[in-house]
């Protein structure tokens, strides 16, 4: 089993663009969540989705932040555009629906000038 | 909104010594809680768990203590060795909910 894979490791980008995060969950896990970690806020959940469908969107930051979850096996955090505050470290994490423990990607540190 | 709060940001102990990091809680609705330990550049990987029917869980070297009429859970580590030097965060769940995660407290253990 190879984790929750997330791509890229790292991304820098300027200010304006779109940047897409990726993310490939555990065979089997059927919910998948999407967090970020600043060091003001330590991990705050951003959306998570159970069976593909995103259920609590309520953290993601405005409407230049967007997810998509097409099928079990891959989603996408997207921010267009992009602004300097959205630096930090984005992570993915997945568990099997109405388990407890979440296993989590490596994450992607995004950093926006 | 807060749920789950982590008031110390840093610990540093030194190795041999115990380790005790602290965790409050304001839903009285969870029932279960966990540690994650966290390295620089990796994602948190899962430390120790404990559901609230219990107060106490130890896993070698790392205990967990609920305290739930106080809202209130500790990590305690001993010996405290250099490799568990990291940050650790604490999360409170409901069954089938996304769990809330504190902000965070990093431990440093000193040779």
């Known amino acids: 089993d190879a984790g929750v894979i997330q791509s890229p490791r790292h991304e820098v980008t300027e200010m304006g663009q779109e940047v897409t995060l990726r993310c490939k969950p555990i065979s089997g896990h059927n919910s998948l969540f999407w967090y970020r970690q600043t060091m003001m806020r330590g991990l705050e959940l951003l959306i998570y989705f159970n069976n593909n469908v995103p259920i609590d969107d309520s953290g993601m930051p405005e409407d230049r932040f967007s997810a998509k979850m097409p099928n079990a096996s891959f989603s996408t955090l997207k921010i267009q555009p992009s602004e300097p505050r959205d630096s930090a470290v984005y992570f993915c994490a997945s568990r099997t629906t109405g388990g407890y423990g979440y296993t989590f990607g490596s994450g992607t540190r995004l950093t926006v000038v | 909104d807060q749920q789950v709060k982590q008031n110390s940001p840093s610990l540093s102990v030194q190795e041999g010594r115990i380790s005790i990091l602290n965790c409050d809680y304001t839903n009285s609705m969870f029932d279960y809680f966990l540690w994650y330990k966290k390295y620089p550049a990796e994602g948190p990987t899962f430390l120790i768990s404990i559901s609230s029917i219990k107060d106490k869980n130890e896993d070698g070297r790392f205990t967990v203590f609920l305290n739930k009429s106080a809202k209130h859970l500790s990590l305690h580590i001993v010996p405290s060795q250099p490799g568990d030097s990291a940050v650790y965060f604490c999360?409170?769940?409901?069954?089938?909910?996304?769990?809330?995660f504190g902000a965070g407290t990093r431990l440093t253990v000193k040779p």
């Open positions: 999360a409170a769940s409901r069954p089938g909910e996304d769990m809330r």
